[in-house]
């Protein structure tokens, strides 16, 4: 899996740009939690870049980067947890679930949908 790293605010509305073309997830995970060091190494081992298309992975250390995680909160209308995925199509939210409701399969059927 290549994670591309977010870690300016700036990149959010190239995100949106980008989720215009094709579907974008974000990935918020905390570096001090057990639950989100479990869940990105779950997401990682099953990941399967064929049965995902074209979606394209971001990943947010949201310790480091405290304000891009408030501002994605904002910006997508979502609650903030930890961790998170955050699925963009068109510019906005269309999927998100958190904790060990973060599954590849989970992912993987909303890109389909």
């Known amino acids: 899996m290549n994670w591309n790293r977010l870690t300016d605010v700036a990149q959010l509305e190239e995100i949106k740009e980008e989720s215009h073309q094709h579907p974008v997830l974000l990935f918020k995970h905390s570096t ?5 060091a479990t869940t990105l190494r779950r997401l990682e081992r099953d990941w399967n870049e064929q049965e995902v298309g074209n979606l394209k ?12 995680s408030n501002k994605i909160a904002e910006e997508f ?9 955050i699925l963009i199509r068109n510019g906005e939210s269309v ?13 993987k059927e909303q890109v389909a949908s």
């Open 32 to 36: 001090r939690c057990s639950i989100s």
């Open 57 to 68: 992975p971001y990943y947010l250390d949201l310790i480091a980067y405290r304000p891009i």
């Open 77 to 85: 209308d979502v609650w903030h947890e930890s961790p998170q995925a």
């Open 95 to 107: 999927f998100d679930a958190s904790h060990y409701d973060v599954t590849f399969d989970a992912i």
